[in-house]
């Protein structure tokens, strides 16, 4: 423990430090909360991702089923190239966090006379599987922000909850303590004084 000075301008500032932390732990603590349910519904969405993807890639399997040994399906995976993820930002719980917008695709446009008529479903398939894993790749991020966020939060309770604000109550205790003997001897001191006193008197 720091040593201090037992004295009462020390004793204000250890009871305005006190304040201070009581008032600040609640919006830490509530921090804490929000950080954890925002984590939390990050994994959720993340497997949701993970689950629609899985889908799809059962889907892209029937499409190259359907194609067969054509060329379609080689030019169907040439003709697509992600040019772009677009991200926006979000404020949760004090983190800026990415968020994802779109994929962006550069497609050349299918000959219609010469590629099968579900080349445009398997198109929109393959371009939704590669925006859904662009999409897991932000929401991967943005449970790595939170979770750093969410680790100094806690480090700031705990140092809040087991070392200031105990520290602050003892440190209050040992001034009063003090103050309340130099008080008590001080009254003593006047009471021998004036006996003294009187005894000099008479």
């Known amino acids: ?3 201090i000075k037992l004295t009462k301008t020390e004793l204000k500032k250890q009871q305005d430090s006190l304040r201070q932390y009581r008032r600040f732990l609640p919006t830490l603590q ?3 909360q929000q950080l954890q349910l925002e984590i939390r519904q990050s994994r959720e969405r993340l497997e949701e991702n993970r689950r629609r993807r899985e889908e799809l890639v059962h ?3 029937d499409w190259v089923a359907l194609f067969g040994d054509t060329g379609t399906l080689e030019w169907m995976i040439n003709s697509l190239r992600l040019v772009k993820v677009e991200k926006g930002r ?3 719980a004090g983190v800026m966090v990415p968020t994802f917008t ?4 550069d497609q050349t446009a299918p000959d219609l006379l010469n590629t099968p008529w579900y080349t445009d479903e398997a198109l929109i398939a393959l371009k939704e ?6 999409a897991g790749r932000i929401i991967e991020e943005q449970e790595r922000l939170l979770s750093i966020e969410l680790r100094t939060t806690s480090q700031r309770v ?3 909850e087991k070392v200031k604000i105990p520290e602050c109550r003892e440190n209050i205790r040992r001034i009063r303590i003090q103050i309340g003997d130099q008080e008590t001897a001080a009254v003593a001191r006047s009471k021998i004084a004036k ?3 009187a005894e000099v008197a008479s």
Not at 102 to 105: G, I, L, R, S, Y
């Open 129 to 134: 599987s590669v925006g859904l894993r662009a």
């Open 90 to 92: 979000l404020n949760i």
């Open 102 to 105: 779109e994929a962006v695709f």
């Open 158 to 160: 705990n140092l809040f």
């Open 195 to 197: 006996k003294k006193s």
């Open 30 to 32: 509530l921090k804490k």
């Open 1 to 3: 423990m720091a040593k």
């Open 59 to 61: 889907e892209l399997r």
